[in-house]
């Protein structure tokens, strides 16, 4: 049994958003040490950057950019902090955040609260010369009259920080946000934010929602691809509600963790078709393992993200999941990640 299995009931007492704010506290003051060595055969390089390893942590857990540091020194191959607005907001009334212990699974609805991409900014440019990819999550603002300026400013204020933009369109805890997936409107968005990005930025992701129809899927990639896009990442959270256990299954918001799983590589699998393997794909939404990793990747991911495992896994998840990854490569003849990539 680990040390987070035995403190996990503990922890547990705690109301959730309380609990995730203590575990920010703790990893700030975490010393700043050397990135673990990583093994050479689970590099990739993807979108112009060479990636230690294909585990990252998902936007969402640090919200602000505080820990990003401390995160990669959990043996992530790379950090994803925000959702960040252009100006500082709330988010939504609390409780907003319930973790779905029978379920293995989180739903929130947070409502990008952050303390705004200046804030941000100035803690990513003290830590630039740092090595690991970190990368920078923009959103809207809720009251905000033009969400596509807002942006096209996120781009703007963040390029210079950020070893990859994402622009997450797919939270459904921002009214209308989603609106933003449907062609006309992502048209619009897309030529803004890459006409916004400096010339030799950072490479673009789109993260798009798992609750799409077969013609979206289609808009997006078509699009994607027409606006020289990076990379998608499949999935966010999905607002659909398969059988679950937990007292808390009727809130409202994004559900996560592993009911989210299967949703999620069928969407995956589904941009693999649409994109014709022409895109890098990264992987999100209910990975809590290496065999969860490995078939994200053998279904056409280059890269994966998690965070909702961490809640019932601990901090020595990403670890894990490289160390078993390694086996699998030996387990089926692969020299590298790389190799694997959309074998299944």
Request: proline residues 7%; charged residues 20%; aromatic residues 4%.
């Amino acid at each position: 049994m680990s040390l987070y299995t035995a403190l996990r009931p503990l922890i547990f007492t705690l109301e959730a958003e309380r609990a995730h704010r203590a575990t920010i506290r703790a990893l700030r003051l975490k010393p700043k040490g050397a990135l673990p060595a990583a093994d050479p055969r689970l590099a990739i390089d993807v979108a112009g950057l060479r990636f230690p390893n294909p585990v990252g942590l998902a936007a969402g857990f640090d919200k602000d950019a505080q820990v990003p540091d401390a995160i990669l020194a959990l043996g992530f191959g790379f950090a994803e902090v925000g959702t960040l607005t252009p100006f500082p907001q709330a988010g939504n009334p609390r409780p907003r955040l319930f973790r779905l212990v029978e379920d293995r699974a989180v739903i929130n609805r947070m409502g990008f609260n952050n303390g705004g991409q200046a804030a941000a900014h100035e803690r990513l440019l003290r830590r630039n010369a740092r090595p690991g990819i970190v990368g920078v999550n923009i959103g809207a603002n809720k009251d905000a009259a033009d969400r596509i300026a807002d942006y096209a400013r996120g781009v703007q204020v963040m390029a210079g920080v950020a070893r990859y933009l994402t622009v997450n369109i797919s939270s459904p805890n921002t009214p209308g946000l989603r609106a933003l997936q449907d062609k006309g409107a992502l048209t619009e968005l897309l030529a803004a934010v890459m006409a916004a990005r400096p010339a030799g930025g950072p490479p673009v992701f789109l993260k798009v929602a798992p609750d799409l129809e077969p013609a979206d899927i289609d808009d997006i990639a078509e699009i994607s691809a027409a606006h020289r896009l990076d990379g998608l990442i499949v999935s966010n959270t999905t607002i659909s509600r398969p059988a679950l256990a937990s007292r808390h299954a009727g809130e409202s918001g994004g559900l996560s963790g592993a009911p989210l799983r299967d949703l999620a590589q069928q969407r995956l699998a589904d941009f693999r078709k649409a994109t014709g393997g022409t895109m890098p794909l990264i992987a999100a939404g209910g990975i809590a393992g290496a065999e969860d990793a490995y078939a994200r990747i053998r279904a056409g991911a280059s890269l994966v993200q998690l965070y909702s495992a961490l809640v019932y896994e601990g901090p020595g998840l990403a670890k894990r999941i490289n160390a078993g990854l390694v086996k699998l490569l030996d387990r089926d003849g692969f020299a590298t990640v790389a190799e694997v990539v959309g074998t299944s």
